[in-house]
């Protein structure tokens, strides 16, 4: 292969680990305004099912409930959202240099792999039902196709440049 080659790889590695970045810190950042999110989608969104608008509405009862009289405990949906954030920051990593840092690329897929046991898991024992549980283990399943491209072009790009 060619340097064309080797520059066209990293051009593709860039991309997928950007697709990545941006959606650890897209969902990162919309923890912090939960309880004005719930209010805007129970208010404004009627596309949902009845079951998932009944659902959504009580999340948001709930949410409202605990913030007027618990306000400190969304401060663990901030750390929730700081914890996506500081996650893909470590994808700079492998974003700079792919070969030397593709265990972060590894580290990731395994986190999506996990977030369906843990859905399976903790969604029942919190009361989430069953098809929001399906909506949480999405996120691992859509998470982990950039990340296996992105490692399949780390795994192209070293082979080329071992030759």
């Given at each position: 292969m060619s340097l064309k080659s080797e520059k066209q790889l990293l051009k593709n590695i860039h991309a997928w680990i950007l697709?990545?970045?941006?959606g650890l810190v897209l969902s990162g950042i919309t923890a912090f305004p939960i309880e004005k999110e719930l209010a805007?989608?129970?208010?404004?969104?009627?596309?949902?099912?009845?079951f998932m608008h009944d659902w959504i509405?009580?999340?948001?009862?709930?949410?409202k409930t605990t913030n007027e009289n618990f306000p400190f405990i969304s401060y663990g949906t901030d750390w929730l959202a700081f914890a996506h954030i500081a996650i893909a920051v470590a994808f700079i990593g492998p974003y700079r240099?792919?070969?030397?840092?593709?265990?972060?690329v590894q580290f990731g897929m395994i986190a999506c792999i996990l977030v369906i046991p843990l859905a399976l898991i903790a969604?029942?024992?919190r009361g989430i039902p069953f098809y929001w549980r399906m909506i949480d283990c999405s996120f691992g399943v859509v998470g982990i196709i950039p990340l296996y491209i992105c490692y399949r072009k780390i795994i192209s790009l070293e082979n080329l440049l071992q030759k």
């Open positions: 697709i990545f970045i941006i805007f989608t129970v208010n404004h969104i009627k596309c949902f099912p009845g509405q009580q999340a948001y009862a709930a949410i240099n792919p070969v030397k840092n593709k265990w972060v969604g029942p024992i």
